[in-house]
């Protein structure tokens, strides 16, 4: 299998992923998403932890394009869910664009690119790939652990999962 159709359908994992557990958390309310789960977490609460996975995946794309942004957008960022969900859908679009269009030479292509605070890096392209949609699992697992902590188990994320409802083995 080609490394792109391993990296989109890696992708198509994680939109569906976040977008499972953003599902969840709405239904919950806003109120519920803005309250205090727990300082263990990464970010203590619901919102701010899909904020969270929102801002890396936005200043990675800005990165794999050129640019050097110097904020992670994140929970303070976004009034409500709603604002957070109208945000990320446009970006997830863009996202989408850019995933689709990568080559094979565009994944193996040496990145140079800029912290948050100006320090220079380096790395394939495909590592960057497989960084970000690797950094959001755990943070989906945080979100799973913070939604069974307020409501109970939340539906599974699992690759096996979506693939079953893809090729339609199972029901969503």
């Not at 359908?9 to 969840?24: I, M, P, S, T």
């Not at 939604?147 to 090729?167: A, C, E, K, N």
Request: a neutral charge; glycine letters at 8%.
């Amino acid at each position: 299998m080609e490394s792109v159709t391993l990296i989109r359908g890696l992708y198509d994992y994680h939109w569906w992923a976040n977008r499972r557990l953003f599902e969840v958390t709405a239904a919950l309310g806003e109120d519920t998403a803005r309250h205090e789960v727990g300082k263990q977490f990464s970010w203590p609460t619901l919102k701010g932890m899909l904020a969270h996975i929102y801002g890396a995946d936005w200043i990675w794309l800005e990165r794999w394009k050129g640019a050097a942004p110097t904020h992670i957008p994140g929970d303070g960022d976004f009034a409500s869910l709603a604002d957070l969900r109208r945000t990320w859908d446009g970006f997830e679009a863009e996202h989408r664009r850019f995933i689709g269009g990568l080559t094979p030479a565009d994944l193996e292509r040496a990145l140079d690119y800029k912290g948050t605070k100006g320090e220079p890096w380096a790395a394939p392209l495909w590592q960057l790939l497989q960084h970000v949609a690797n950094h959001a699992t755990h943070h989906r697992s945080e979100i799973a652990t913070m939604l069974t902590m307020v409501s109970g188990s939340p539906p599974p994320t699992d690759l096996i999962v979506r693939q079953r409802i893809v090729s339609g083995q199972m029901k969503r």
